[in-house]
């Protein structure tokens, strides 16, 4: 089984920055390969929406409100992707789930983490 697992949420002022961690692991350290890796999130009373993704190659795409404020990274040594946030607004709130179109045992999945918050004061 391919787990997601994410870090890095908490609580920042308006203006502030975070970095969002997620690292890919299988169990019994069997072999995968990460196509794509790629960060949503679901605001309060709001559907999950797409924030950034990130292919193997390091191609990125960005909706347009994150667009000059974050920054999807991916480590393919560490299988690990990041999300570093800047100039955050309360809008920005929400749980921030990490995903990953992964191969695994011949088949290729979407994964999910677990989600983290992400809590912007104004």
């Known amino acids: 089984q391919v787990q997601l697992v994410e870090s890095g949420g908490g609580l920042v002022q308006a203006g502030g920055s975070l970095r969002l961690s997620c690292a890919a692991s299988?169990?019994?350290?069997?072999?995968?390969?990460?196509?794509?890796m790629g960060w949503y999130r679901q605001g309060p009373g709001k559907q999950r929406e797409l924030v950034a993704d990130?292919?193997?190659?390091?191609?990125?795409n960005y909706v347009d409100f994150v667009k000059g404020r974050f920054t999807i990274s991916i480590d393919n040594a560490q299988n690990t992707v990041y999300l570093q946030m800047n100039s955050l607004k309360p809008e920005d709130t929400a749980v921030y789930y990490c995903?990953?179109?992964?191969?695994?045992?011949?088949?290729?999945?979407?994964?999910w983490g677990q989600g983290t918050q992400v809590t912007v004061s104004s």
């Open positions: 299988a169990s019994g350290r069997e072999i995968f390969r990460i196509n794509a």
């Open positions: 990130i292919s193997s190659d390091g191609d990125t």
């Open positions: 995903n990953g179109l992964i191969s695994w045992r011949g088949i290729l999945k979407r994964y």
